[in-house]
């Protein structure tokens, strides 16, 4: 976490999720499951939320005995102690096999150029 003149800078992070393929494409649950994480990430004080759900894909290998799974990926503002709350949340979740959250400086770069064009 960055500190500037004693304010919490918040960085940009990117959660990618494999969930379960029992869940169908226009499955109730997987949609209240998104709608969870954002809430989730919002309550915890996260900010700048945006959620994509990237559909169904085959893996390359079988986790938990899965050959597909559908991947939702999260973008959202936040600081390393509500990105481990969060973290802690998916690891209990049964519906979710994997997930992977990096720190998308990227993000902060497309932002700041687009500005300038």
Known sequence: MITLNKKKAFNNYE?????????????TVRIRLIQTYKNTNNSHGASKIFAQN????H?????KK?????????????????????EKIIRFDEKIT????IK??????K???SCYI
Do not use: C, F, M, W
């Not at 959660?15 to 499955?27: A, M």
């Not at 899965?66 to 969060?86: R, T």
């Not at 998308?104 to 770069?109: A, D, K, Q, V």
């Open 104 to 109: 998308n400086n990227n993000y902060l770069i």
């Open 66 to 86: 899965y050959s597909d799974g559908i991947y939702v990926q999260i973008n959202y503002e936040a600081n390393g102690q509500i990105v481990k709350k969060i």
């Open 59 to 63: 893996l390359t290998y079988l986790i």
């Open 54 to 57: 990237k559909g169904r894909n």
């Open 111 to 113: 932002q700041q150029a």
């Open 98 to 101: 994997r997930h992977l959250t």
């Open 15 to 27: 959660t990618t999720l494999i969930i379960k393929p029992e869940q169908t494409e226009e499955d």
